[in-house]
């Protein structure tokens, strides 16, 4: 990830350090204050850079009992389709591993999978579960159409009302939360997985921040190290760019 780049090593590791340790993240524009860049460009993407290291090549898919669900990100626009529409939104597909809490009959989220998607057919949402949830996963959904083929893939479809899915639900909630606070919904579709990806291993690792700040620079030996013009020369959901 630090491919050709100019600035100091002892850089690359505070701005590694502030992404994967505080809380909530940090903006582009914070970052290029913390660290004194002269040009908001730079913090762009430098921050960039790092989120393409946060998503390793042929992680262990999800497995056991799985929620799955899709939730719009963008807001309601004036004169926008409400429903599952992506005219002025981004769908997003989420699936997140259900946990048995310490205390008896409650349920803890566990690992997390995000991803931008097209539409919310059964091809785009059959194409999130092959590649993230484990054949034989046990998969609940809502009532949605586009769920349809679950079974046929080789998962134990369990269709359920949208009430008893609340994990995925403060996911989303959180996810929502996390891009109006620390980046104040300023998140092009274009870039959008880029931010799914760090919530995700946020998420994924929010119990041990010191191990994913080390586990940042394991990958971002192979993490590709994308140009200013690569980055906004792509399509509209970042393919090639931001690992989906």
């Known amino acids: 990830m630090m491919h050709r780049s100019r600035l100091p090593l002892l850089m690359w590791l505070h701005a590694a350090f502030l992404v994967t340790t505080l809380t909530p993240g940090i903006s582009a524009v914070q970052l290029r204050k913390q660290l004194g860049l002269k040009r908001y460009e730079t913090a762009f993407q430098l921050l ?7 998503v390793a090549s042929g992680r262990e898919r999800l497995r056991g009992t799985v929620e799955v669900d899709e939730s719009l990100i963008g807001g309601v626009h004036l004169g926008g389709t409400r429903g599952r529409s992506t005219e002025r939104k ?3 597909a989420g699936a997140v591993e259900v946990r048995k809490a310490k205390k008896r009959g409650q349920r803890m989220a566990g690992r997390i999978r995000l991803r931008a998607v097209v539409d919310a057919s059964a091809a785009s949402l059959g194409g999130f579960l092959e590649d993230h949830v484990f054949p034989g996963t046990t998969i609940l959904t809502d009532g949605h159409m586009g769920y349809h083929r679950v079974s046929a893939q080789g998962y134990d479809h ?3 009302t ?18 109006r606070g620390t980046h ?3 998140v092009e579709r274009q870039h959008l997985q880029a931010y799914l990806n760090e919530f995700t291993f946020r998420h994924n690792r929010r119990f041990w921040p010191f191990s994913a700040f080390r586990r940042v620079l394991e990958l971002g030996f192979q993490a590709p ?9 792509t399509d509209e959901f970042g393919t090639g760019i931001h690992p989906r």
Request: proline share 5%; glycine share 0%.
């Open 158 to 160: 369990r269709p359920e």
């Open 90 to 92: 981004t769908l997003v």
């Open 184 to 186: 104040h919904d300023r």
């Open 162 to 179: 949208a009430a008893t899915l609340p994990l995925i639900h403060r996911e989303f909630a959180n996810l929502k939360t996390w891009l």
């Open 48 to 54: 960039h850079r790092i989120r393409s290291a946060m």
């Open 225 to 233: 190290a994308s140009t200013y013009r690569e980055m906004y020369s």
